[in-house]
């Protein structure tokens, strides 16, 4: 059974797999846990910077493979008969050392398809496809929009201080468990706070709120 579209989004933010997003303008907006252990760095240290810059990435001879107006971003965006296949990275660590990843791209359809968001799956290399991966192939598959650009009546959003803290929890990733004790807050405060961070934004989705906050420069 395919999940539904904010199932899956909230499954991306919460996963055990790490992984990233970036926007239209190939910005991070999302940098999880398993993304910060397996590279070694911290989502409040990558967020908002273009994904090349931080990756840095580098084919097996040794070229520069990642730099702006990335090629298998543009084919996940803009040719969904023609998957982008999976595909190793060198990468520098925060350590100063090279390691290698395989790196898996989908689209998370928008109204148009250069505005995707595109998340990236990383792993060690040689290890299998995930589940995850093949729900984003199936998500990618539907070509739908998952989420409104503005609101449903095209007017700005304010957020106030708390809602603003909580958003900035969310962008890292943190559990609602995570975000009480952050802010020293009940747990159902938080989903409080996140029910009306999504009726505020107009969309569906933790993930859905923490790609438009960025866009819209609300964070």
Known sequence: MVARPPETLDRIARSKEAVFAIDSADRIV?????????????????????????LAGRDAQGN????????????????????????????????????????????????????STVVHVIREAAKKPSGLEKDLEREASRREPLWPMTTSEGEAVALTAREQEVLRCL???????????KLSIAPVTVRNHVQAILQRLDVHSKLAAVVHAYRHDLI
Request: hydrophobic residues 40%; proline residues 9%; aromatic residues 10%.
């Open 30 to 54: 999302l940098w999880n846990k398993k993304c910060e252990e397996l590279l070694g760095r911290p989502a409040r240290a990558v967020l908002g910077k273009r994904c090349y810059e931080v």
């Open 171 to 181: 962008a890292r990733g943190l559990s609602t468990a995570a975000i009480a004790r």
């Open 64 to 115: 520069i493979y990642c730099y702006r107006n990335c090629p298998v971003a543009f084919q996940a965006r803009e040719k969904p008969s023609e998957p982008v296949a999976r595909f190793p990275l060198q990468i520098p660590t925060s350590n100063g050392k090279e390691r290698w990843i395989d790196v898996s791209l989908f689209a998370i359809p928008s109204y148009h398809p250069a505005l």
